[in-house]
């Protein structure tokens, strides 16, 4: 599959995970995410640059529960919980996050 992103086509799986990280971009960001139906906010842009943290430092995407553990620790237990980061990503935390951050889609997530 592919995505066009400003006239650039972009390989993706079959569910829409980039197939290379380097392609990645926030308008790329921003067309997976009309795809996903959701609009990015402030607070979705703040998550999606912890999630490319989260990977550029351990060298994975991160599963749902190393990911709260994770923001916890970064943004602190306001943001760093799984009831706020539903409501940002209703389709699935760390898989919709880790989509949108142009990551591979986490190994424990089906």
Known sequence: MTIEVDG??????REGYLLNASDWTPRVAEVIAEREQLVLTDEHWEVIR???TFYEEFG???????????LKQTMGPEKGNSIY???LFPGGVAKQATKLAGLPKPARCT
């Open 85 to 87: 980061l539903a409501m």
């Open 8 to 13: 650039r086509s972009i390989d993706t799986d």
């Open 50 to 52: 912890w999630v490319r």
């Open 60 to 70: 994975k995407s991160p599963s749902i529960r190393p990911l709260v553990n994770y």
